[in-house]
Nanobody
Framework: QVQLVESGGGLVQTGASLRLSCVASGVTFSMFVMGWFRQAPGKEREFVAAINRGGDITQYSDSVKGRFTITRDPAKNTVYLQMNTLKPEDSAGYYC?????????????????WGQGTQVTVSS
């Protein structure tokens, strides 16, 4: 009964910031590699960011590198995605995902558990 619940999305203007949260339950959080993916209408799901179990190694897609930061808080069973300098092309449903030791951090199919998503809309 692993459950991932995202929150923090909203409607913002270009250049604004948002912090997404994903709370995990039903799993030993420290054992999961965690990732964020996003999907806009009519587009395929794309990798955004990932963080390892210890929280000391992160990976980002080129499109968000330097603007987004993924972190995790073991005490709160929560992974965060700090999104700065948001652009209209960042608009999408954002999904938190987790899996024990995925083969590739950037492949959605490698993540077994998913949240319901939170919508981010950036207006120009």
């Amino acid at each position: 009964q692993v459950q991932l619940v995202e929150s923090g999305g909203g409607l913002v203007q270009t250049g604004a910031s948002l912090r997404l949260s994903c709370v995990a339950s039903g799993v030993t959080f420290s054992m999961f590699v965690m990732g964020w993916f996003r999907q806009a209408p009519g587009k395929e799901r794309e990798f955004v960011a990932a963080i390892n179990r210890g929280g000391d190694i992160t990976q980002y897609s080129d499109s968000v590198k330097g603007r987004f930061t993924i972190t995790r808080d073991p005490a709160k069973n929560t992974v965060y995605l700090q999104m700065n300098t948001l652009k209209p092309e960042d608009s999408a449903g954002y999904y938190c995902a987790g899996r024990y030791s995925p083969k590739t951090y950037f492949t959605a199919e490698e993540y077994r558990y998913w949240g319901q998503g939170t919508q981010v809309t950036v207006s120009s």
